[in-house]
């Protein structure tokens, strides 16, 4: 399994804070949010390993699965 930051959810994030920017807001009053995080799997070496992934870890992986 692999965790990662969301580089779309962070670019989206970043121009959020950067749009507050424009429309006047001080830097110190727009506080910086961590991007989502994404999960992949590569059932292969699970179960290689015999290891069993939930089935709701699975579907928060979406599309990010080897098989």
Known sequence: ?????????????????IKQLF????????IPEWPSTGMAFDLNKAKQF???IPED???????NIIQ
């Open 57 to 63: 870890l699975l579907k928060i992986a979406g599309e």
């Open 50 to 52: 015999g290891i069993t």
């Open 23 to 30: 429309e006047g807001k001080s830097i110190k009053e727009i």
């Open 1 to 17: 399994m692999s965790i990662y930051p969301s580089l779309t959810d962070a670019g989206k994030r970043c121009a959020e804070m």
